[in-house]
């Protein structure tokens, strides 16, 4: 069995909570593409576990993890991520944790370089976190980029740094900024590189191998569907694809063996950095965007930037289940919304007056979108912690319901808390097998 984890709106679902929930259940966990802008939080009883890189699975003893060959890794990060872990005492070895020899490195330059697009981009900036990762996956896709691969040959490693640097620095110097000095990177890359190396595979002969085991394989995307370079609000997007498309290609597996798709989604939606956000909390409903980025602790796991809060969005979200093929739903954050009076549900979109059920791809018309609400009532109780839907407040339930029917897939998992055991498992669901 093969499943694939996949956000369903700008990223922040709680994937970090469901891929912990499933981990133990599978052999190995992966992720597929991103870097280490894509912040996880898991709780486990008093501890909290702030991952970047590293697939959530990474908790779970007896569970293998694999950073896959879409992604684009910072050799710094990563050594300050598992050592981080391993101070918490999570035990990180070669034999738990595989990098793909075929992912791409972010390199000093390409943090540097972050920082003169989002200056040269203005007033259009993308509001990225600034960590290199789309300039790393611009040299990819240039075919001048470095791969773990040619990393671990010094005279390669050596000589892509100097030819990238040589243009770089010409960027770099337009917004006065110091240049780079090739000799001081190259140290620092290889000293790294060589740490890295007894962690190195070649991670599609891994999983082949594991298929032909009958192993179990849980695919964990980072960011989420819209923002995918391709798919998503573009240009205000990440630099790949979290989509379910890209976790094949991410990955080295071949798309018939992926055996199911789980999208994760939030009772309410929200957006870190710049870009349309049809269903924002704006200044007439600021008291309510304040309430939940409170109760539900919207801020960044990595840059601790507050998220934008909004409706919940019926159309986006039944866009990216069409898009990803969801076998099911888990929902999140059910808990958040315990103390509102009432709840609305953007069911459609108005753009120059027209009805439009679709999701635009052209950021002005998503700008210019007046949502369409229907409006529920909310519950007003405490649902923290339950396990039991028949427990569940009769608003709560009519709730999770209407957006089921909305998005038009079932919900097999609603989460109550952040704790593991706030989980409610819906029975005779897609989900309830994938827990078995």
Known sequence: MIIVIIGAQWGDEGKGKVVDLLADRFDIVSRYQGGHNAGHS???????FVLRLLPSGIIHEGTTCVLGNGMVIDPRAFFEEVDQMTSQGISITPDRLKVSSRAHLITPYHQ????????????????????????????KAGRRGIRVADALVPEVLKARIER???????VI?????????????????????ERLRPFVCETSKFYADAKADNKKILLEGAQATLLDVDHGTYPFVTSSNP???????????????????????????????????????????????NLI???????GSVTKRPRRCGWFDAVA????????GFDSIALTKIDVLDTMAELKVCV???????????????????????????????????????????KMPTNARKYIDFLSESIGVEIGLVSTGPERDQTIILKDSVMEGWFQ
């Open 42 to 48: 898991v709780y486990v009883g008093d501890k909290a």
């Open 112 to 139: 540097a370089l972050d920082h003169t697009s989002e200056e040269r981009l203005g007033n259009e900036k993308i509001g990225t976190t600034l960590r290199g990762i789309g300039p790393a996956y611009e040299d």
């Open 173 to 193: 110097a337009v917004f006065g900024r110091e240049p780079l000095r090739s000799d001081e990177i190259f140290e620092q890359m290889s000293a790294l590189a």
């Open 348 to 390: 459609g979109y108005k753009i120059d007056g027209e009805r439009v059920d679709t999701f635009p791809a052209v950021s002005q018309d998503l700008r210019q979108i007046e949502p369409i609400y229907e409006s529920l009532e909310g519950w007003q109780s405490d649902t923290v912690g339950c396990t039991d839907i028949e």
């Open 293 to 299: 980025r409170e109760r539900g602790n919207e801020f």
């Open 243 to 289: 989509t379910a498309g890209g976790a094949s290609v991410g990955s080295g597996i071949p798309p018939h063996h992926i055996s199911g798709v789980l999208g994760i989604v939030r009772t309410y939606a929200t957006r870190v950095g710049e870009g349309p956000f049809p269903t924002e909390m704006l200044e007439e409903e600021e008291d309510i965007a």
């Open 317 to 324: 979200t039944r866009y990216a289940a069409d898009l990803n």
């Open 164 to 170: 990238n640097l040589a243009e770089a620095n010409k």
